[in-house]
């Protein structure tokens, strides 16, 4: 996108079945984007969802998680399997990242990207992004974010389901952020990410959602799982569910910086829409 463009965002963490193609319609023209990134993980191989998140009338981008790839091993040339039919739905960047050093469901990825190895990823993901047109700016998606990020159980990519934590990022997506600054002069104001919930293990408390790094990169977790909660009807009838809340992670970009963001609530009840709570997380000058 143009570095001069005012763009808003709406992120779309981690699904895992919580999707109405329907209802989040109706949650996103509330919101009026310019652009949803979907962070994967839409579900174990739910293609059916996949689909309707293909016919969402909004500009979009997607990338695939682990969940996506949960029992597909490797590609099979006699039928499409449900991978190769969630690909055909969407076009994202690399897929089925499960964090840290190994690569997940390397058959796949071998198959379909020629991607044998960590090296080999980052410069098929570093490659993407000096195919930028001059004078726009590169917008980071990933399933998982990058190394380097902390190693605090509750730090953005925090392995919070093991005693001492530990950095659980994708030293690929790291890799390619480092060679794309060192030898381009494409602004890159965002990496957008999901995969490590917001809500820690084991009730360890919340995960801390974005890092702003020396460059004034953004590194943003837009995991909030789950991000679909019935409304219930508390005059009337009891435990009746008279609608839904929705969230997404809005992003406004201003003059090729992040300009807001905040953590957003919408409920969807019928035909009416409400901004039910607006969380800033970030921004610019504060």
């Given at each position: 996108?143009?570095?001069?463009?005012?763009?808003?965002?709406?992120?779309?963490?981690?699904?895992?079945?919580?999707?109405?193609?329907?209802?989040?319609?109706?949650?996103?023209?509330?919101?009026?984007?310019?652009?949803?990134?979907?962070?994967?993980?839409?579900?174990?191989?739910?293609?059916?969802?996949?689909?309707?998140?293909?016919?969402?009338?909004?500009?979009?981008?997607?990338?695939?998680?682990?969940?996506?790839?949960?029992?597909?091993?490797?590609?099979?040339?006699?039928?499409?399997?449900?991978?190769?039919?969630?690909?055909?739905?969407?076009?994202?960047?690399?897929?089925?990242?499960?964090?840290?050093?190994?690569?997940?469901?390397?058959?796949?990825?071998?198959?379909?990207?020629?991607?044998?190895?960590?090296?080999?990823?980052?410069?098929?993901?570093?490659?993407?992004?000096?195919?930028?047109?001059?004078?726009?700016?590169?917008?980071?998606?990933?399933?998982?974010?990058?190394?380097?990020?902390?190693?605090?159980?509750?730090?953005?990519?925090?392995?919070?389901?093991?005693?001492?934590?530990?950095?659980?990022?994708?030293?690929?997506?790291?890799?390619?952020?480092?060679?794309?600054?060192?030898?381009?002069?494409?602004?890159?104001?965002?990496?957008?990410?999901?995969?490590?919930?917001?809500?820690?293990?084991?009730?360890?408390?919340?995960?801390?959602?974005?890092?702003?790094?020396?460059?004034?990169?953004?590194?943003?977790?837009?995991?909030?799982?789950?991000?679909?909660?019935?409304?219930?009807?508390?005059?009337?009838?009891?435990?009746?569910?008279?609608?839904t809340l929705r969230v997404f992670t809005t992003v406004e970009i201003l003059d090729g910086r992040v300009d807001k963001i905040a953590e957003t609530w919408v409920t969807v009840?019928?035909?009416?829409?409400?901004?039910?709570?607006?969380?800033?997380?970030?921004?610019?000058?504060?």
């Amino acid at each position: 996108m143009s570095s001069f463009a005012a763009v808003r965002i709406a992120v779309v963490g981690d699904v895992h079945d919580d999707w109405d193609l329907q209802e989040d319609t109706k949650a996103l023209q509330l919101l009026q984007p310019d652009l949803v990134l979907f962070t994967g993980d839409f579900g174990n191989e739910n293609v059916e969802l996949v689909r309707s998140v293909a016919d969402l009338e909004f500009p979009k981008a997607v990338i695939l998680g682990n969940h996506d790839s949960w029992k597909t091993q490797q590609f099979s040339g006699k039928r499409k399997d449900s991978v190769q039919l969630q690909l055909e739905c969407v076009v994202g960047g690399r897929p089925f990242s499960c964090g840290g050093e190994q690569i997940f469901r390397k058959k796949l990825l071998s198959a379909r990207y020629g991607v044998q190895d960590m090296d080999g990823s980052a410069k098929r993901i570093y490659k993407a992004a000096t195919g930028t047109p001059k004078d726009h700016l590169v917008i980071f998606l990933a399933h998982n974010g990058p190394t380097g990020l902390g190693s605090e159980l509750n730090d953005i990519c925090g392995k919070d389901w093991v005693f001492g934590g530990g950095d659980h990022g994708d030293p690929d997506l790291a890799q390619a952020i480092s060679l794309l600054k060192e030898t381009s002069k494409f602004p890159s104001p965002l990496v957008v990410f999901g995969h490590m919930h917001k809500e820690l293990a084991h009730g360890n408390g919340l995960r801390r959602m974005i890092v702003v790094d020396a460059d004034n990169t953004i590194y943003l977790n837009g995991a909030i799982v789950p991000r679909v909660k019935s409304l219930i009807d508390e005059q009337g009838t009891p435990n009746k569910i008279v609608g839904t809340l929705r969230v997404f992670t809005t992003v406004e970009i201003l003059d090729g910086r992040v300009d807001k963001i905040a953590e957003t609530w919408v409920t969807v009840n019928g035909d009416t829409t409400a901004l039910q709570k607006e969380h800033i997380m970030y921004k610019h000058g504060s």
